[in-house]
């Protein structure tokens, strides 16, 4: 059983920093890209960032230059720094990972979602 677990969003104003993190727990043996999207309401989910496990990033262009993300191969976690935000950020954000478990299956993964909302 592989979880993921998210925590950090929250209410802030625009031009203000928040950041997302997400851990992931189980039987994992490893864990390939991991990366973050959101869903605003009455729109598609869509990609915010993702990172490879050799540390290559991409970014929608959206949120370049604003946010970073990273990880922690050691603790199985990914992080999503987001400053400069602004009221079109607000969304819900979800965690994904592709993970390789201990059994040899591989899957892909979605963490339950953080509110994130940004007030002018």
């Known amino acids: 059983q592989v979880q993921l677990v998210e925590s950090g969003g929250g209410l802030v104003q625009a031009g203000g920093s928040l950041r997302l993190s997400c851990a992931a727990s189980?039987?994992?043996?490893?864990?390939?890209?991991m990366g973050w999207y959101r869903q605003a309401p009455g729109k598609q989910r869509e990609l915010v960032a993702r990172?490879?496990?050799?540390?290559?990033?991409t970014y929608a262009d959206s949120v370049k230059g604003r946010f970073t993300i990273s990880r922690d191969n050691a603790k199985n976690t990914v992080y999503l720094q987001m400053n400069s935000l602004k009221p079109e950020d607000t969304a819900v954000y979800y965690c994904?990972?592709?993970?390789?478990?201990?059994?040899?299956?591989?899957?892909?993964?979605w963490g339950q979602g953080t509110q994130v909302t940004v007030s002018s």
């Open positions: 994904n990972a592709d993970i390789s478990t201990m059994s040899g299956a591989r899957s892909g993964y």
């Open positions: 189980g039987r994992i043996f490893s864990i390939n890209v």
């Open positions: 990172i490879t496990s050799g540390g290559s990033t």
